[in-house]
């Protein structure tokens, strides 16, 4: 006893030297009292004493980063610390203890393990939100707070029985939300049947789910907490944007979530507002008759004929009821050997208490049997979870279920088929006046919209004779859309002719979009359009042609003989007609200047796209097979037939059907439609991994795990080996230390001495007259500008915000929610061409790196930034 009183009073001592704020650990000798917090590592969760609306004290673990002081996880829940004197420290014994005040001889709580005397441990908060104690010789986890969850499951977190630890993890909700304490409801795993979740109210179950919202990857945060006597077991996201925890799930929501609502032998469906939700399985009938009638049906169904018929051993069967979930499987029993429904139903009937059977896949596993031998209880309509139910009934429900069901199939064909029949002719003739009818108002509703617009038509007689009758010979290539034919016109021009398929399904609309949206724009890194042609059932756009192709066939090299003229002015172009395009080859052709040209080009066109032009226009399938070369390899964005045009001061917008080139699409607009400037932009950054890699973003490049061009940089950048996604055809061309440059971080406190666009632009070209869209007088001091070698590590750079992570020595800018994209401090021009650059004044004073940095000096840098009190960061995605 007194060697404890002597540890106490060492413990209270050393609360002169508590652990300082940046700490993620607790050691032997430290202590925490309120005021001081442990934080985890990144930065994601803290730990301190929280304050309630009274004066009560709480020890928890709680987001750091969100600005709603969200608590995850309390450790005296049910005792409370009253005033300030809480402290926390590990006592002899090596257990994490908190007191209430220097008097107190027990402690208020405690993680009560057992650990060896000269082993003594450490406490450690996880970036993960998980408290544990490990051991100082094998570090070996003693005792963790995931395995004591509160009201709230983190990702990562476990719920159910672990036997063989003897720990049942289960949710309970607060009192209150001001008051921690154990409330009256629990979610927990079901440990009998089918894995499911039950949220209850003390023992009586509430409701159960089958699903698990929590695997998706946006589920941050789930919590549970009593208001009112009502209980929701919610799934949260964090919303950047505006600064709010989102539900995205949660449950109870409809009268049929609340467990065995119309009670046994009935099934659940919210069909309509006005109509009962309740209805008897096939051979029941109401148990209470009245109270049904009076929309209660909570006293469930009963067995038809009970008195009269049987059934065991008296010719009964089964009836299949569809897309209802699974009753509570609580008392069902699994017969895992059998695979088949007929086995399967044969086992349910020579059992004559098993009332119905159905066949579930178990991952894993293949089919099994599930039997159940009580009553069916809480049976819910759910299209989208459901599985076939076999109910087992009399021989009279067998017989009427079968008639109804063979007089529903015949019905309906003997009442068509004369009718049917005396129609067939009329059909197929009014089926083919109006499909000519639709073909010529589409070609009628073009022809009057391009009334307005200052094209040149071209007859079918001139397209004819230019491409020789489409010959093949002539044939350039051929997309979703139909073919591309070269022509050349009676005036000796060339042209590209872009003839629109008779079978093509989506070319009609995007023919139409084209043409309105092409027709409007004149930029010289834009293909342009020459005219059109509508005719019969034809239609066509003519284009200048092109004489390089694209992008991919450069930098991909596909096996050809018609090469483009490029490589006619080669020595090597004879050994390379009937083989694929070499990496010799390509290398005198893209080498980095050139490469670097060619992306400039390209953003040149995108800013005239986004913000010069007369309209804001989104083209939403930019790809390197969209990016044509003329003669000198200049680069023209090409393929308009997804583009949309906003109007007006419209930054955003949204679709139901989704079109473009998967690999290339933002991941907001393939899983929710939403598409606005950051979308184009995510595709610029896709092509910048592929110019500078050569390889294309949609094919694996890791067997395991195995990984696209973005996950496969990404994975090369955190080891340190970023420059190998150089093209190696480029062979001694580029300079590792102009690569590493491009990430040294720049960072003023005035905006304004960084570059604009124009400057920008100027340093890059070194002084030449871009022209069209930039100003030629380049009056700023001139910036070293490394060559395109620093393009390649921006692509880099995009990849954490590519999967939604935070981004490396990112500092000048902060981006919110509604900012996207970022590659480098150098590329400011780019973000300001984009009109994404926010300029932020900050108080620091600047931090220059070496001349020559390395990549552990950067990570260096990053891990400093991060430790500041106005960290700047920049998020691709939210």
Known sequence: MEAEKLFLLFSLIMLQFSC??????????????EGHLLISK???????????????????????????????????????????????????????????????????????????????????????????????????????????????????????LDRKLGIDRFLTSWRSADDPGTGDFSARINPNGLPGVFLYYGTKPITRSLTWPWRSHMSLYNRAFNNSGYQTYKALSWRQSD??????????????????????YSTCEVAHPSEFVCACLPGFEPKYQEKWSARDGSGGCVRKRQHTSSVCDHGEGFVK???????????????????????????????????????????????????????????????????????????????????????????????????SIASFCLLISLSAYLWRKKRAKKGNELQVNSNSIELEYFKLSTITAATNNFSPANKLGQGGFGSVYKGLLANGQEVAVKRLSRISGQGTEEFKNEVMVIAKLQHRNLVKLLGYCIQNEEQMLIYEYLPNKSLDWFLFGKSSLDFPPALHQLSTYSCLK????????????????????????????????????????????LKCSNILLDAVMNPKISDFGMAKIFEGNQTEDRTKRVVGTYGYMSPEYVVFGN????SDVFSFGVMLLEIVSGRKNNRFYQQDPPL?????????????????????????????????????????????????????????????????????????????????????????????????????????????????????????????????WEDVETEREPFHLNNNPTMNQLK???????????????????
């Not at 704020?21 to 009292?33: E, H």
Request: proline share 4%; hydrophobic share 35%; charged share 25%.
């Open 20 to 33: 300082c704020a940046s700490q993620d650990s607790l050691k032997s000798n430290q202590t925490i009292k």
């Open 42 to 160: 990144g930065n994601n969760f803290a730990l301190d004493f929280q304050c309630s609306s009274s004066s009560n004290r709480y020890l928890g673990i709680w987001y750091y980063k969100v600005p709603e002081k969200t608590v995850v996880w309390v450790a005296n829940r049910n005792d409370p610390i009253i005033g300030s004197s809480g402290f926390l420290f590990i006592n002899q014994h090596g257990n994490l203890v908190l007191y209430g005040n220097d008097d107190q001889k027990l402690p208020v709580w405690s993680t009560y393990v057992s650990v060896e005397e000269n082993d003594c441990c450490e406490a450690q908060l996880l970036d993960s939100g998980n408290l544990i104690m490990v051991t100082k010789r094998s570090s070996s986890i003693i005792w963790q707070s995931f395995d004591h969850p509160t009201n709230t499951l983190l990702p990562g977190m476990k719920l159910g």
């Open 243 to 264: 600064g709010q925890w989102k539900d995205y799930w949660k449950t109870p929501q409809s009268q049929c979530d609340y467990y065995g609502h119309c009670g046994a």
């Open 321 to 419: 009821i569809e897309n209802y979930c699974l009753p509570d499987t609580s008392n069902a029993a699994w017969v895992d050997k059998i695979k088949s429904r007929a086995d399967c139903e044969l086992e349910c009937k020579r059992n004559c208490s098993c009332s119905a059977y159905s066949i579930i896949g178990i991952p894993g596993k293949g089919d099994a049997c599930l039997t159940w031998y009580r009553e069916l209880v809480d049976i819910r309509y759910e299209r989208s979870e459901s599985y076939d139910l076999y109910v087992r009934v009399d021989a009279y429900e067998l017989a009427k279920n079968t008639r109804e069901s063979n007089v529903s199939h015949e019905k309906p064909m003997l009442a068509s088929l004369v009718p």
């Open 578 to 621: 009937n083989n694929f395009l070499a990496d010799e080859t390509r290398n005198l052709l893209l080498d980095w200047r050139k490469r670097f040209d060619i992306i400039v080009g390209i953003a040149r066109g995108i800013l005239y796209l986004h913000q010069d032009s007369r309209l804001r226009i989104i083209h939403r399938d």
């Open 675 to 678: 598409f606005s400037v950051k």
């Open 708 to 836: 696209t061009l973005i996950g496969y940089v990404w994975e090369l950048w955190r080891q340190d080996k970023a420059l190998e996604i150089v093209d190696p055809s480029l062979n001694e061309l580029y300079s590792p230390r102009e690569a590493l440059e491009l990430i040294r971080i720049r960072t003023h406190n005035n905006p304004d001495i960084a570059l604009s666009v124009e400057d920008g632009m100027c340093s890059v070209n070194q002084g030449q007259n871009p022209e069209g869209d930039l100003n030629s007088n380049c009056s700023s001091p001139k910036f070293d500008f490394p060559d395109f070698p620093t393009i390649g590590i921006r692509a880099i750079l995009i990849l954490e915000g590519l999967d939604g992570l935070l981004i490396f020595f990112v500092k000048s800018p902060i981006f919110t929610g509604s900012n996207y994209g970022v590659w480098a401090v150098k590329m400011k021009m780019y973000l300001k061409a984009f009109d994404l």
């Open 860 to 878: 260096h840098f990053n891990e400093q930034e991060q430790k500041n009190s106005k960290p700047l960061l920049a998020f691709i995605m939210q």
